[in-house]
């Protein structure tokens, strides 16, 4: 199954990549990790709105917010816990 990332939502990890310095490599690990479960099931998370759903990133505040299409699986937003809640809600095709 093939990944997108909305341009936004790339700049948003790698940023936080940037942000974590030393720990940025166990960051990679656990988004990678959440993909994965992500790709293996991609309904078994919460839908947070009508076909977006939401993956929490284990150990780091953040959450995958994703949608799935005929193409794959398209990730909307890498979302910090404390950051605005809807200011991804643009993104949705």
Do not use: N
Request: net charge positive; with cysteine.
């Amino acid at each position: 199954m093939s990944l997108r990332f909305d341009e936004d939502a790339r700049h948003e990890y790698l940023e936080a990549i940037g942000f974590y310095g030393r720990a940025a490599e166990r960051f990679v690990q656990a988004v990678d990790a959440a993909i994965a479960q992500i790709r293996g099931d991609p309904k078994r998370f919460r839908e947070v709105e009508p076909g977006v759903r939401s993956c929490r990133v284990q150990k780091f505040p953040y959450s995958i917010l994703y949608t799935r299409d005929v193409q794959g699986l398209f990730v909307l937003a890498l979302k910090h816990d404390r950051r605005d809640p809807d200011y991804w809600r643009y993104r949705v095709p």
